[in-house]
């Protein structure tokens, strides 16, 4: 089959690899019908994370299942999945408590921008939809796969509640995604902190009330203004910068919670979350946990977080797919195997 | 009147005061009935935090109204009531989103450990008590002044719910009043770190099902024994060093929320935080915000928060109740005016 493979920084590349195979009664192998390019894989892409070895990369996939290990129950050959970018066995009191990116028994995966996918702890990581989904259905399915979810993640990490007022930091696909999220739980006002206008079009499409283009102190100024002087309920930070976080801290009024998603970069002002009671959460997205409400939101069509999809390529031009999110052509690549 | 000073480590003596009168329309005086000794004064006590001139101390307090300004409302002369450690206007952006202890315009005020005390915003800060409170009412009255307020902000705050299970780091006042809070706020696993019997005792008391007096790794071995190997959905940390902090870091399962009421030292380990999804807030309790529901438990006596206090001096006594607070031979000393 026919994978991408990361050789070092600015150099992808698509290559034959052998096609993967059950190996544990757990598993699922699974033919990919979309994958995609994350934000996260451009830190090796950029070489702002090592790549001692030329690797298989992608962690985002849904697909139909070619085949089942003995110890899967809930799916079968044919099945169209949708899974999580972490896999997890579902059953363990981590897991019970909605919490699968930490369950002990999971893990990541890597290769996912290829033809096909072995997927460990199958039952506990793939869900098969209500059956074969419309071909414009298949982008928002794969943005479950990691950025809506984890956009979903930062809003739940960040207590957004009917009502809530909102800052997201961030116009990436996860920002935007957690823009969508937060409409969808029930925020009234939506701050989408962005300069870009594809991206500040879709997060109003996705639900923003206003969007602020500046930063720094008049990025403050305003979100002050919108939110009776005092700053927001929920602020999801969906960067991972420490400029960001810090920008986060900022917007977030006394009492109020801060949701991340960014992966962390420098230390937290801990003094000063204490002394405004301001509190943090967040980190890598149970994803399991939001598929099944998510897969039916997409299903009825009342959310399309696929429109973070601005580009399709083939994955034999993975290379081309990189170089347009690198250098912010594209929101996020959608690659067609 | 007479009232306590500090005037260095471990030199706290009663002096003679001016009587405070209203300064501003809405100043409440009140006499005091009862006052108390706390964990923070002895930060002073004990040279950890600078005196650089004698000063009047104390900021916990129940008592009946004196007198009042032109602009208070809600209080006569006459009435019996209960304020927290820090004044709020209670109308303010901040206070309706019940942050009452960031309230910019609000603030805190010491020398509490007086016969008289003069409260601003006093509509915003204090509450009558619907009568005038039966004399074994009245310890608990005062301990919603501030530990059992900081007790109840900190199981808020770790997200203590029906079914939760709960860690409390800390068998001082507060988190004695932490384990209350926990029983109140319906958790069923509540798990009290004390190496001590008579706060062991009270713990127990107080609704603590299991009591755990290692320390380090033993410890830890105890609280997952306790919570299916994973730790608790909600950790309290009332004490405020690094090492508690970094315990209940420790005791929180993936995903569950430390709640800190402890005054910060130390940085937090953001990138352990974010990797299991532990999330953390808290800071200065907003007391106002839980003192009609808190005045109403004790008024039903369905709360005995009063419990901590170990031992009753007359003011005049004040170098003794501080005396035996340091020396730990009292968990919390009340003072008679």
């Given at each position: 089959m026919?994978?991408?493979?990361?050789h070092?920084?600015h150099d992808?590349?698509?290559?034959e690899?052998?096609?993967?195979?059950?190996?544990?009664?757990?598993?699922?192998v699974?033919?990919?019908?979309a994958?995609?390019?994350c934000?996260?894989?451009?830190?090796?892409?950029r070489g702002?994370?090592p790549?001692?070895e030329?690797?298989?990369i992608?962690h985002?996939y849904?697909?139909?299942?070619?085949e089942i290990g003995?110890?899967?129950?809930?799916l079968?050959p044919?099945d169209f999945?949708?899974?999580?970018?972490?896999?997890?066995?579902?059953?363990?009191p981590?897991?019970?408590?909605?919490?699968q990116?930490?369950?002990?028994?999971?893990?990541?995966?890597d290769g996912?921008q290829?033809?096909?996918?072995?997927?460990?702890n199958?039952?506990?990581?793939?869900?098969?939809?209500?059956g074969?989904?419309d071909?414009d259905l298949?982008?928002?399915?794969?943005?479950l796969?990691?950025?809506?979810?984890t956009?979903?993640h930062?809003?739940?990490?960040?207590d957004?509640?009917?009502?809530?007022?909102?800052?997201?930091v961030?116009?990436?696909?996860?920002?935007?995604c957690?823009v969508l999220a937060?409409?969808?739980?029930?925020?009234?006002t939506i701050?989408?902190?962005?300069?870009?206008?594809?991206?500040?079009a879709?997060?109003?499409?996705?639900?923003?009330?206003?969007?602020?283009?500046?930063?720094?102190?008049?990025g403050?100024?305003?979100?002050r203004?919108?939110?009776e002087?005092?700053g927001a309920?929920a602020?999801?930070?969906?960067?991972?910068?420490?400029?960001?976080?810090?920008?986060?801290?900022e917007?977030t009024?006394?009492?109020?919670m801060?949701g991340?998603?960014?992966?962390p970069h420098?230390d937290l002002?801990t003094?000063r979350?204490?002394?405004?009671?301001?509190?943090?959460?967040?980190?890598?997205?149970p994803?399991r946990a939001?598929?099944?409400h998510?897969?039916?939101l997409v299903?009825?069509?009342q959310?399309?977080p696929?429109?973070v999809?601005?580009?399709?390529?083939?994955?034999?031009e993975?290379a081309?797919?990189?170089?347009?999110?690198?250098?912010r052509?594209?929101?996020k690549?959608?690659?067609q195997?």
């Amino acid at each position: 089959m026919r994978a991408a493979i990361i050789h070092g920084a600015h150099d992808v590349r698509v290559a034959e690899r052998p096609d993967p195979t059950v190996r544990e009664p757990t598993d699922a192998v699974i033919r990919t019908v979309a994958t995609c390019v994350c934000g996260s894989d451009l830190w090796r892409y950029r070489g702002l994370a090592p790549v001692p070895e030329p690797k298989p990369i992608g962690h985002e996939y849904v697909g139909v299942v070619e085949e089942i290990g003995d110890a899967v129950n809930t799916l079968k050959p044919g099945d169209f999945v949708v899974g999580g970018f972490l896999h997890s066995d579902n059953r363990c009191p981590v897991c019970r408590k909605g919490m699968q990116s930490a369950c002990p028994h999971g893990g990541g995966f890597d290769g996912c921008q290829a033809e096909r996918i072995r997927i460990p702890n199958a039952d506990g990581t793939l869900i098969a939809t209500p059956g074969r989904p419309d071909a414009d259905l298949v982008p928002s399915l794969l943005a479950l796969s990691d950025v809506m979810g984890t956009g979903w993640h930062a809003a739940v990490s960040a207590d957004v509640r009917p009502g809530s007022s909102v800052v997201v930091v961030g116009d990436g696909a996860v920002g935007l995604c957690g823009v969508l999220a937060s409409a969808q739980l029930g925020a009234t006002t939506i701050i989408a902190m962005s300069r870009h206008a594809d991206r500040q079009a879709v997060a109003t499409e996705f639900g923003a009330t206003h969007v602020v283009p500046e930063r720094g102190e008049d990025g403050l100024a305003r979100v002050r203004e919108l939110t009776e002087g005092i700053g927001a309920d929920a602020v999801l930070e969906c960067v991972g910068t420490e400029e960001a976080r810090l920008d986060a801290v900022e917007y977030t009024r006394p009492g109020g919670m801060i949701g991340v998603v960014g992966l962390p970069h420098g230390d937290l002002p801990t003094d000063r979350l204490f002394w405004s009671n301001k509190g943090i959460r967040g980190g890598p997205a149970p994803v399991r946990a939001y598929l099944p409400h998510l897969i039916d939101l997409v299903w009825a069509r009342q959310i399309d977080p696929g429109r973070v999809f601005d580009l399709t390529l083939p994955l034999s031009e993975v290379a081309e797919a990189y170089r347009a999110m690198d250098e912010r052509r594209a929101i996020k690549v959608l690659l067609q195997p």
